[in-house]
C-alpha cells in the first residue's frame, strides 16, 4: 500500500469516526488547506479544522510508541514545512483501531513528529 493509499484509509477512518459520534463533517474544496476536514462536534457548535494523519511505528522510538509525522507538504518542489497556529484545530491520528484527536494547543510546540502512542497522549485517545 503506497503512503497516498494509508493516508485515504486513514482519512476514510476518520470520517467513519465523525458519523459514529454524530459529528458534522465537512471538506474544503481545495487541498493546499493546512486541515482535512472540519467538523462541529454539538448542534450549533463552533467548526474545528481537524488534521488527519496515520501513525505508525517510526524510526525515533520503535518501542511500544506510535508516531505521526508532523509537518506539512507544500507541493512537489517545496519540501515540507511545519504546522502553524490557526493550520488546523484538533489533529486526528490512527493506526488500525487506535485512534486520538488531540488538541492544537497540545502538540504546537512537536517539530517533525508526535508519539501519540505516548502515555502522555491516553487521555485524547477515542
Known sequence: MTTTQRGKRTEALFIITALERDWELATPFCEDNGYDFIIRREKMGQW???QV???YHGGR???NFLEVGFRRSK???SGVQPYNKGDFDLL???SGKDRWIIPWDIV???KSYVLVGHPKYD???I
Do not use: S
Request: no cysteine; charged share 50%; net charge positive.
Open 75 to 77: 507541493g512537489k518542489f
Open 61 to 63: 522510538d520503535k518501542r
Open 48 to 50: 474545528e479544522a481537524v
Open 92 to 94: 486526528f491520528a490512527a
Open 53 to 55: 494523519k496515520t501513525a
Open 123 to 125: 487521555e485524547y485517545r
Open 108 to 110: 504546537k510546540d512537536q
